[in-house]
């Protein structure tokens, strides 16, 4: 049963275009992160929150900003995408820190073109 | 900062010989923990298993893993590959800081008949 709930699982948009993806998890953990999945599989952590509070922020470029209500979600916008953002955007929840197991949700899949 | 490194990129084998797929890490952070995650394909990675005590062996679903601290190592094992063990294998660390997983790149593991 899925607990890391993902929209969109798809996204295909145009250079230039904003876009925002949801993360929203039901396991009552404090720490969510993003990750992106590029083309080749590479998984690296962009951002990690936990309690809603920005703890890690990856060298990403500006253009990507994350957004937490709450410590069951945690979304990602993205202004004025590259190409180069085409990828497989994961959200994962850990019960306190990376210390614990994550528990990814299914991805959305980002094509820009 | 954190790095893991996988070497292999692909390992294929035959079903029924063993597995053993490649973990070294470099972190300063004195006690890491350690993880192997698994991400079969059209899916999302999920936890194999995880480690935090140096020369403890850790077993899950038939696969196990030790890690060594001496030689900075957490590599995974079996005895017998099975067709349904084809998947991408990912080991990670959590080290300095707590709240950062960083992951290596990946061995895709494909055991055929």
């Known amino acids: 049963e899925t607990a890391v709930f993902q929209t969109p699982n798809y996204h295909v948009t145009q250079v230039g275009n904003e876009v925002s993806f949801n993360c929203k998890q039901t396991?009552?953990?404090?720490?969510m992160y993003w990750y992106k999945q590029d083309s080749k599989k590479l998984l690296k952590i962009m951002f990690s929150y936990n309690n809603k509070q920005l703890i890690v922020n990856e060298t990403v470029p500006r253009r990507f900003s994350p957004q937490s209500s709450d410590k069951a979600h945690l979304n990602l916008r993205i202004k004025s995408v590259e190409p180069e953002d085409s990828a497989v955007y994961l959200c994962?929840?850990?019960?306190?820190?990376?210390?614990?197991?994550?528990?990814f949700g299914p991805g959305t899949r980002l094509t820009v073109l | 900062g954190d790095s893991v490194t996988q070497t292999e990129g692909l390992v294929t084998l035959t079903e029924g010989l063993p597995v053993m797929l490649n973990c070294t890490y470099q972190t300063i952070y004195s006690n890491p923990f350690l993880f192997w995650y698994v991400q079969h394909l059209n899916e999302s990675p999920r936890l194999l298993l995880k480690s935090f005590t140096d020369n403890k062996r850790t077993e899950h679903q038939g696969f196990h893993a030790t890690l060594h601290k001496s030689s900075s190592s957490f590599h995974l094992q079996k005895s017998s590959a099975q067709l349904s063990d084809s998947a991408l294998y990912y080991c990670?660390?959590?080290?300095?800081?707590?709240?950062?997983?960083?992951f290596g790149s990946g061995t895709r593991l494909l055991v055929s008949p």
């Open positions: 396991l009552g953990h404090d720490t």
């Open positions: 990670a660390l959590s080290g300095t800081g707590g709240y950062k997983v960083v």
């Open positions: 994962a929840s850990s019960l306190t820190g990376g210390l614990y197991e994550q528990y």
